[in-house]
């Protein structure tokens, strides 16, 4: 007589496992809701005309899915080819100038015992604690002084300087590299350059391409720096460039709404087909 006690027993327990279930599977509708609705509205409205903008709701269906108008509106009066150069410029040196200088930083503050090292480290810590707009005037100052201002260049240099995230990256990866390897290469005559060019840059593969994925994604939506050091209009990257779209189309949405997806879509087509790697580097980088 006591053998379904069992089962009573679990039918309570597969209730609320159901519920939890039930719960998750809503939250996680509901978060997608939030990021996707906005989405969705933009890209209904950039192929809407302006009658229909004006008539309809955000999210309305526009009466010609193929009218590209806007896109190509947005796409020559907001200079987006330009905007593009621009920032394909600055994400090229900036990227690779934190790659060596970020895995260089690593490499000698792991591999080197010297003086202050700890200090070095804390140093490090702070930085990432100081609010970078609390020292934008003494860096508007240095920046200027070394004449520029409103060159390409300014916004590559303080993009390089201040990752300090990437160091972190890059030093949890060679902290799992043996030593051993070093060792090994010193008793055949290599120095503490090669020993970094041959076998530690190599097997940083995965900290490189998570690195490169943030800091590109990072530059490119990043508006605060060129908008204050390139103001010149044919200097603008893509943030600035539809932040100045926005201007002569103030009233017109439905132009401002294709330049937004076209400044959307670089970012989420590399995000999407390389987001393992972004998962990957921090998973490989917290178990080392």
Known sequence: MTAPAPALESAPRRRRSGVATTLTYLSLAVASLV????????????????????????????????????YATAFTDGHMLQAFGNTAFIL????????????????????FEFRFKKLVMALFLVATLVPGVTTQVATFQVVNS????????APVLLYMGTDIVSIYIFLQFIRGIPTSLDEAARL??????TIY??????????????????KGITTYNDFYIPFLYMPSEDKGTISTALFRFKGPFGAHWEDISAGAVLVILPTLIV?????????NGFSQGATK
């Open 146 to 153: 070394f004449g520029l201002f409103d060159s390409r260049w």
């Open 271 to 279: 995000f999407l087909f390389l987001q393992r790697y972004i998962y």
């Open 197 to 214: 060019r041959k076998i530690i840059f190599p097997m940083l593969k995965p900290a490189i391409a998570t690195v490169v994925i943030i």
């Open 92 to 111: 090229l040196f900036s990227v690779t100038g934190t790659v060596l200088i970020g895995s260089m930083t690593a490499y000698a503050i792991d591999r």
């Open 35 to 70: 990021v996707l609705a906005p989405l969705a509205a933009l890209f209904l409205t950039s192929l809407k005309t302006s009658q229909e903008v004006s008539d309809g709701g955000a999210l309305s269906l526009p009466h010609d899915w193929l009218n590209f108008s806007n």
């Open 188 to 193: 055949d005559g290599a120095n503490a350059f």
